[in-house]
């Protein structure tokens, strides 16, 4: 497996654009028998079309999405577009998308996946899903739907988002250079690819000793802690004020699913008129709740860690790192700190590719070395492959 990477910051003339990938990328030279790619990049990319014209010159399928910055190697911003190329001679790769999300989602996200599993030369090691950034179905039913039908395959992935509209509204997934704003795109790999997996959101000096047990629940509605209201329970830690939010959008709630794997931070993201609270996951009953505080050192260090726990396996071949962008939005006017931090630790010793994220899918470890699918908020999530 080799990971090839390529970008540029050139939005309006395509033909420009075009070139300067494929100088980049020496596709007559450096591809092996199988190839996919992926991108991401700012909205502006699709509003030109530069993006499609990309797509059509390559000679292998794509998925992608919009998203609020990114970074290879050699560069980073949020005008920018990124392309990651995998190739390999003993690996096969099938990108698929969805129908438009509505009606039953299961069957039509299932369905999907196992026609583009059909076409493998063996089941899939390794699925990667961009999701769709949408208000009606949350990104952990989608990844619900991908796990049943992936049967236990690692799901790894990223959220569309934007930089240009408050509401997300341009955020798309891309499949072959087409924009998508309800459909999840994935790329399915078999063959000879061994990943490994690193979560972190909040370092432990930064997460509340004491826990809380979650003990009403339905989904991703957090109905009561410790057998009080979600609200009363948020009011009691002085997170309220004025019945309303406050600074609540920042703020990790680690959840702990008590079943030996690594615990995964959520986002709560409004409080409901009964007390309870919808909250960025599935908030399991019996699972037990630690408040964890995110701040501007606590972000590049949990970045530097991550990065360092990547390097820890051998024959990487590349990275790809799909941090949320509540982290960025916590760095202010430094937005690029963390990819600074990232720089700084890999360089150009491998190939790397950076994109931030909606919501993050990331499988997290067991007791037994086993991997969970699980969805995540405020984390940031890699992929050593």
């Known amino acids: 497996m080799k990971m090839l990477n390529a970008w540029t910051f050139e939005v309006d003339d395509p033909f420009v654009a075009v070139a300067e990938i494929m100088e980049q990328l020496d596709v007559q030279n450096q591809l092996l028998a199988h190839s996919a790619g992926f991108i991401t990049c700012s909205y502006d990319y699709l509003e030109t079309g530069t993006l499609k014209t990309i797509c059509d ?65 063996g089941p899939p090691k390794l699925a990667m899903a961009f999701l769709p950034m949408l208000g009606s179905i949350g ?10 039908a992936a049967s236990g395959a690692p799901v790894f992935g990223i959220t569309a988002c934007d930089a240009d509209t408050a509401q997300y509204s341009n955020s798309f997934t891309i499949h072959n250079g087409e924009r998508f704003r309800d459909r999840i795109v994935m790329l399915l790999i078999s063959g000879n690819i061994d990943p490994h997996f690193v979560i972190q959101s909040t370092s432990e000096h930064n997460t509340q000793k004491q826990q809380a047990v979650i003990t009403s629940s339905e989904g991703s509605v957090l109905k009561e802690v410790n057998g009080v209201s979600t609200f009363n329970y948020l009011a009691s830690l002085g997170l309220l004020s004025d019945n309303g939010l406050e600074a609540l959008s920042s703020v990790p709630f680690v959840v702990n699913y008590n079943d030996n794997s690594q615990p995964v931070t959520r986002a709560v993201y409004s409080l409901n008129d009964d007390g309870s609270a919808l909250c960025g996951g599935v ?103």
């Open 283 to 385: 908030m399991p009953e019996g699972a037990t709740l630690s408040i964890g505080r995110m701040d501007v050192d606590d972000i590049l260090l949990t970045a530097k860690q991550s990065v360092d726990k990547l390097l820890q396996n051998r024959n990487v071949n590349g990275i790809i790192m799909f941090p949320c962008l509540g982290r960025n939005m916590v760095l202010g006017y430094n937005l690029m700190d963390e990819i600074k931090v990232v720089r700084d630790s890999l360089g150009d010793s491998l190939p790397w590719h950076l994109a931030y994220s909606g919501g993050e899918l990331c499988p997290v470890y067991n007791s037994d070395g086993g991997t969970v699918n699980r969805f995540h908020n405020f984390t940031f999530v890699a992929c050593a492959i």
């Open 57 to 121: 010159a390559l000679p292998f399928e794509i998925i992608g999405c919009t998203t609020l910055a990114n970074s290879v190697n050699k560069e980073a911003g949020t005008l920018m577009l990124c392309l990651s190329v995998l190739t390999a001679d003993d690996c096969r790769f099938v990108t698929a998308f969805t129908p438009s999300l509505s009606g039953d989602i299961n069957a039509s996200i299932g369905e999907t996946f196992r026609k583009a599993a059909e076409q493998l030369d």
């Open 139 to 148: 990104g952990e039913l989608m990844l619900n739907a991908i796990d049943i």
